[in-house]
Structures are given as structure tokens and as C-alpha cells.
């Protein structure tokens, strides 16, 4: 008796495997959700007794590089640094200076190099009392002399501000040089080489001299910083 041959398309096929990096993946999904999960129940059970204090945020605040570190002052009043900000390489960080929620201090050189003079100079350098508000950035370089406030989103790049000077909601101050009791309105953005003179206002994109700093408006900025820090 002859048997007709299978058709190849009906002829029977060992089933598929997925491949070990599928199964991989899924069980890590899986540990991760669990994760996840344990995280939440726990953060419940703490919410009664939870304050900014406590360390939700899992991203490092403090990032070395090299042998350059950054530094918060110890001594009364200490400075206070958000968990979830963050500071790199080599910042300093006067007392009773306040570095709010999602803020960045980039103490690390432009160049792509970690040698000693590169991040000797990409240093950061706050003074007592100052106000790093939220999501702002300063970059390698700057200064911030004390009781400076800069705004929420403002960005700093290799400058210099004066004591008690106001840089404003997201403006932008590129290697320049903001003198004391200055104010740098919202959005305005500071040309490098820009000197901004003491108790002077600028505004504007790019920015430019537009007044100056009315009598008392110095003190209410120092009072500013004081109440967010408190």
C-alpha cells in the first residue's frame, strides 16, 4: 500500500521556544513590578509619618568626580539640599544655603576631561544663605555670592552673581557678571561678557539695562530667600 507524501504545508512542526532572552525579560518585568508594587505599600504606610527628610528619591544627590566632591557646609545652620537635587564634581555649598526640588549643579569641566586643573576650574561656589529654587541649573564655573536667589528654571552658565541679587524665573545668565543687589527679570537672557552693574534691572532677550533696583527691593529679596528656607 502506498502512502501519499505529506504536503510540506501540513506536515507537523516541533512546537516554538521562545528564546532565553524572552523569558529573561519577562521575569525581570515581573521582579520590577513587584518592586514597584512593595515601593507604593510601603511609601502608604510612612505617608503619616513622611517629610522632605526622608530619602523617596533612589538617584544619588551627591556625584564625585575624580578626587572632587561636593561639599555642604556642616555648621550651623547647615545647608539643605532637596532629595531630589542633584550636585556634581566639585560644589560648595555655604550654610544655610537652600537647594530646592530637581535642581542641578554641574561642578564638572565643559571638555571631556577629569584632570585635576580642569575640575579645579569648573568649580561651583555658593555662598551663605543662597536660594537654588526649583529645577534650576548651574553650570560649571559660577558663583553665587550670598543671599543670591535664583528662580525656578533660571539657568547659570560660568558666571558670576552678586550678593543679594535676584536672577528671575527661567531667565538665563550666560558667562556673564551680575552685580550685587542686581535683579535679572523672568525670561531674559544675559549675553556672555555682559556686565550687569550693582542694584541695576535688566530684562529683555538679549538682555539690556532697563532701570534699577528700587530703595528696599534689595532687603526684600534677602527676605525672600529667608522665607524659602524655612
Request: net charge neutral; glycine share 8%.
Given at each position: 500500500?502506498?502512502?501519499?507524501?505529506?504536503?510540506?504545508?501540513?506536515?507537523?512542526?516541533?512546537?516554538?521556544?521562545?528564546?532565553?532572552?524572552?523569558?529573561?525579560?519577562?521575569?525581570g518585568q515581573m521582579l520590577r513590578e513587584t518592586g514597584s508594587g512593595l515601593d507604593r505599600v510601603g511609601m502608604r504606610l510612612q505617608s503619616a509619618h513622611a517629610s522632605l527628610l526622608t530619602?523617596?528619591?533612589?538617584?544619588?544627590?551627591?556625584?564625585?568626580?575624580?578626587?572632587?566632591?561636593?561639599?555642604?557646609?556642616?555648621?550651623?545652620?547647615?545647608?539643605?539640599?532637596?532629595?531630589?537635587?542633584?550636585?556634581?564634581?566639585?560644589?560648595?555649598?555655604?550654610?544655610?544655603?537652600?537647594?530646592?526640588?530637581?535642581?542641578?549643579?554641574?561642578?564638572?569641566?565643559?571638555?571631556?576631561?577629569?584632570?585635576?586643573?580642569?575640575?579645579?576650574?569648573?568649580?561651583?561656589?555658593?555662598?551663605?544663605?543662597?536660594?537654588?529654587?526649583?529645577?534650576?541649573?548651574?553650570?560649571?564655573?559660577?558663583?553665587?555670592?550670598?543671599?543670591?536667589?535664583?528662580?525656578?528654571?533660571?539657568?547659570?552658565?560660568?558666571?558670576?552673581?552678586?550678593?543679594?541679587?535676584?536672577?528671575?524665573?527661567?531667565?538665563?545668565?550666560?558667562?556673564?557678571?551680575?552685580?550685587?543687589?542686581?535683579?535679572?527679570?523672568?525670561?531674559?537672557?544675559?549675553?556672555?561678557?555682559?556686565?550687569?552693574?550693582?542694584?541695576?534691572?535688566?530684562?529683555?532677550?538679549?538682555?539690556?539695562?532697563?532701570?534699577?533696583?528700587?530703595?528696599?527691593?534689595?532687603?526684600?529679596?534677602?527676605?525672600?530667600?529667608?522665607?524659602?528656607?524655612?
Open positions: 500500500r502506498t502512502v501519499a507524501p505529506l504536503c510540506p504545508s501540513t506536515s507537523p512542526r516541533p512546537p516554538l521556544r521562545p528564546p532565553m532572552s524572552h523569558i529573561f525579560y519577562h521575569i530619602p523617596f528619591a533612589r538617584h544619588r544627590q551627591l556625584l564625585p568626580l575624580a578626587t572632587h566632591a561636593p561639599s555642604l557646609a556642616a555648621a550651623p545652620p547647615p545647608a539643605f539640599l532637596h532629595p531630589t537635587a542633584t550636585l556634581t564634581g566639585a560644589v560648595s555649598v555655604g550654610s544655610s544655603s537652600t537647594i530646592l526640588a530637581h535642581a542641578v549643579l554641574r561642578g564638572d569641566p565643559a571638555p571631556a576631561s577629569l584632570s585635576h586643573d580642569a575640575l579645579a576650574k569648573a568649580a561651583i561656589s555658593l555662598g551663605k544663605s543662597v536660594t537654588i529654587a526649583e529645577h534650576a541649573t548651574i553650570t560649571a564655573g559660577s558663583t553665587i555670592a550670598a543671599h543670591a536667589i535664583i528662580s525656578p528654571h533660571a539657568v547659570v552658565i560660568a558666571s558670576h552673581i552678586g550678593a543679594g541679587s535676584l536672577i528671575g524665573h527661567a531667565a538665563t545668565v550666560n558667562s556673564a557678571t551680575v552685580g550685587a543687589g542686581a535683579v535679572v527679570e523672568p525670561g531674559a537672557v544675559v549675553q556672555p561678557g555682559a556686565i550687569v552693574g550693582e542694584n541695576e534691572r535688566w530684562g529683555g532677550v538679549p538682555a539690556t539695562k532697563v532701570g534699577f533696583v528700587e530703595a528696599g527691593e534689595v532687603e526684600a529679596i534677602v527676605r525672600a530667600g529667608d522665607k524659602a528656607r524655612e
